[in-house]
């Protein structure tokens, strides 16, 4: 489960983006770690967390943050 979390950090770059990691999740099918994503929605200015996972194909939009 540890090496799940490893893989997360080398994929980021930003350290203020280290901090959602906490939140990762896992898939619900495999219980492998998903691919985490955070998309930046410009009108509102938060944060979207979307996982995939890559060996089920299964895809979930998760909650956003806000940046203030
Ligand atoms: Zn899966």
Redesign the pocket.
Known sequence: MDLGKLQYFEKIESNTQKEFLIEQNN?I??A?PLDLQHIRVESTGEIKEETH?P??D?RTEAKTHSLQ
């Open positions: 898939c099918l495999c492998g996972c060996h089920c299964l």
